[in-house]
């Protein structure tokens, strides 16, 4: 469309509106996810973005394919599958199963076809096989449990059961089921439609959203901020992207494999670790730029960028499966999508980052440094170790009013620990 250097801002408007897109599909799934079910809401969203994904390939001027982008992006809005995953193998899956090995697939693609509009075509195509294994994916279990839907729930445990190979024992699985059935039929009669509101309807709950959402922001203006701005470090613009997608898979492998080795290898270390060497590397660019270096470095400063990028996909990990396992299912969904309106709220704000460098050059990395070090004290302090836990089935008492001052961190655990024990078992 002949949009040029000093039409570059348009451009990047542009993505600010498409961004905003996400930002409404991560509140609107949340609340669907919550409602309809996990399944019903990742159908919908794939469906969705296969559609407006390949019209946008079609679009006659910038304005059109920004509006188009921007629906697709509602329907990319997220969605959360940690509950039907055992918690021993939530991270290896989540770091295996993850964006890195597009980030190579991608660059390759938009190599090969060297054209925008069979990009978009293409990428709507590949992703009709995710659609249709979401049609044999099961509901989660434990949303159907919560819903009262206890005989589904039965029907999905022993179908995982019969596909890992593994002897399903009705009688206490059906023991299990009715329990949780009296339970579910006890709360039921003070049952209430549960919206954004609980997220902070008491101190631990509001601390807990505060942090997560708050590193989730944080993690997408730095690791955005620096893939916008992509195209001016040295070499090949494919090339960095692929070098960054393979770091980001290898990282990934090797936290994996670490995490299921280890058991004291929980959720906030390897959220340190990658907040440690971000810090490092954004700072060193720092003083590359405060000393008038960057060119003669800029090689160095290449492969600091992709570093960071790299391990920054460890904070999104991290963030998702402890978001997965602090709230409780009623509100998890609900959670996970805040996070997520956080996350792209960031994303919204990465692209205005290097604006700063008008005033000092190295003011964009320098405020990343501390972004990263922020949020990497705030993360560690404030929220309990995840890691090995069973996930909370019901919302915490009432006692824990925000009305109420707010427990020691010794009371709280405790308090964690009892409101988790009720879905040990299933």
């Excluded at 809401?41 to 059109?64: N, R």
């Excluded at 339970?183 to 049952?191: G, I, P």
């Excluded at 993690?219 to 916008?228: E, K, P, R, T, V």
């Excluded at 990465?350 to 993360?379: C, H, K, R």
């Amino acid at each position: 469309w002949s949009y040029y250097c000093e039409d570059a801002h348009k451009v990047k408007h542009s993505i600010s509106v498409q961004m905003i897109g996400v930002m409404i599909g991560s509140v609107v799934f949340g609340q669907i996810g919550d409602t309809y079910g996990r399944k019903t809401a990742m159908l919908i969203g794939l469906v969705g973005c296969i559609i407006f994904m390949t019209a946008s390939g079609f679009a006659p001027d910038l304005w059109t394919f920004t509006a188009l982008r921007f629906i697709t992006n509602i329907f990319n809005g997220g969605q959360i599958a940690v509950e039907n995953l055992p918690k021993k193998d939530r991270l290896w899956i989540n770091s295996i199963v993850a964006w890195a090995p597009n980030f190579i697939l991608f660059s390759i693609l938009a190599y090969l076809t060297q054209d925008w509009r069979k990009l978009a075509k293409y990428t709507g195509i590949l992703t009709l096989p995710a659609c249709l294994l979401c049609c044999f994916m099961p509901e989660s279990a434990q949303f159907l449990v919560r819903k009262g839907k206890t005989e589904e729930a039965k029907k999905v445990i022993q179908r995982i059961c019969r596909i890992d190979g593994r002897e399903c024992d009705t009688v206490v699985l059906s023991e299990i089921l009715d329990k949780e059935k009296n339970a579910f039929e006890t709360s039921k009669k003070r049952s209430k439609k549960y919206t954004y509101f609980h997220l902070f309807s008491t101190w631990t709950l509001l601390k807990y959203t505060i942090v997560t959402s708050s590193s989730y922001f944080i993690a997408s203006i730095i690791n955005y901020g620096l893939l916008f701005n992509m195209e001016k470090l040295s070499g090949s613009i494919y090339l960095n992207i692929v070098f960054t997608g393979l770091l980001r898979y290898v990282l990934n492998l090797i936290v994996a494999f670490l995490d299921f080795k280890f058991m004291w290898l929980g959720r906030k270390k390897i959220h340190m670790a990658a907040w440690l060497e971000v810090i490092f590397a954004v700072f060193t660019i720092t003083a590359f730029h405060a000393f008038n270096k960057e060119h003669e470095y800029s090689n160095v400063i290449r492969w600091l960028i992709v570093s960071v990028v790299s391990a920054i996909a460890q904070v999104y990990i991290s963030n998702g499966i402890t978001t997965g396992e602090l709230f409780p299912t009623c509100i998890r969904t609900l959670a996970y999508s805040y996070a997520q309106l956080q996350s792209r709220l960031g994303v919204v704000v990465a692209p205005q980052i290097f604006l700063l460098s008008e005033i000092w050059n190295a003011l964009p990395y320098l405020v990343m440094g501390i972004l990263a070090v922020t949020d990497m004290l705030f993360f560690h302090f404030s929220l309990p170790e995840t890691k090995d836990q069973p996930l909370m089935e019901d919302m915490p008492l009432s006692k824990n009013s925000m009305v109420v001052s707010e427990k020691t961190k010794v009371d709280e655990a405790q308090e964690l620990k009892e409101l988790k024990k009720s879905e040990e078992n299933v």
